[in-house]
């Protein structure tokens, strides 16, 4: 039984903003939400992290509904090299079962000139 | 600050050797994480290590196993290799709370033939 779901591929145009939603139904009250960036034969990377509301770093934004059972990682103005696969991961990571800690298969995000 | 280091990076197994995978954590993360990546699928939680115990574990049978050292770094080993064991192997690591994001290693891409 998957734990989070996302879209399993999007494109976009160079410039434009992409919203990537993650539903996660069973989110627990203890649960954080971690977006990852991963580029082939790499690891992935923290993007952004959030646990309600929104959240804005550097990179992204990370906006949570008040139900919190989705969350949408918003990259602005996307560039040829966020070309990667993105992942949100939830749970809290020292309490939770090692179903929280798998990954699902992520969204591959392709931008285009 | 250096991040988490993988060796090595790349490995080449007949079936029924054994491998012996190995990750430094960044400096002050006491937990260490593995997964497994087989090619073109998402991440597979392997093994989660904290304080030098095993503190839970994935859904892979018993051939999988691993230690950490007082030093926090991380050994995986694979007995008995299967072709299907064939995949990259990521380390990550992260500090001792609940909603620390996880640090990836690049991986070590284990082949076997």
């Known amino acids: 039984l998957a734990k989070t779901t996302q879209p399993i591929s999007m494109d976009s145009y160079e410039g434009q903003e992409v919203n990537i939603t993650c539903s996660h139904n069973?989110?627990?009250?203890?649960?954080?939400i971690t977006w990852y960036q991963q580029f082939p034969s790499q690891g992935p990377r923290f993007i952004i992290q959030?646990?309600?509301t929104k959240v804005t770093n550097e990179v992204a934004s990370l906006f949570i509904p008040a139900d919190r059972k989705s969350s949408t990682l918003s990259l602005p103005r996307v560039s040829l090299s966020d070309t990667a696969v993105y992942y949100c991961?939830?749970?809290?990571?020292?309490?939770?079962?090692?179903?929280?800690?798998?990954f699902g298969t992520g969204t591959r995000l392709q931008v285009t000139l | 600050e250096a991040g988490v280091t993988q060796s090595p990076t790349h490995l080449i197994k007949t079936r029924g050797q054994q491998a012996t995978l190995r990750c430094s954590p960044i400096?002050?993360?006491?937990?260490v994480y593995w997964y497994q990546q087989a090619l073109g699928l998402g991440l597979q939680f392997l093994l989660w290590?904290?304080?030098?115990?095993?503190?839970n574990r994935g859904n892979f049978p018993p051939r999988f196993s691993g230690r950490q050292f007082p030093n926090y770094s991380s050994e995986l080993n694979v007995n008995a290799l299967e072709l299907e064991d064939s995949a990259l192997y990521l380390c990550?690591?992260?500090?001792?709370?609940?909603?620390?994001?996880?640090?990836f290693g690049n991986g070590t891409r284990l082949t076997v033939t």
């Open positions: 069973n989110i627990a009250t203890n649960d954080y």
């Open positions: 959030g646990y309600k």
């Open positions: 991961l939830v749970g809290d990571i020292r309490t939770g079962t090692a179903s929280k800690l798998t």
């Open positions: 990550a690591s992260s500090v001792g709370t609940g909603n620390s994001p996880l640090h």
């Open positions: 290590y904290d304080e030098g115990e095993e503190r």
């Open positions: 400096s002050g993360h006491t937990s």
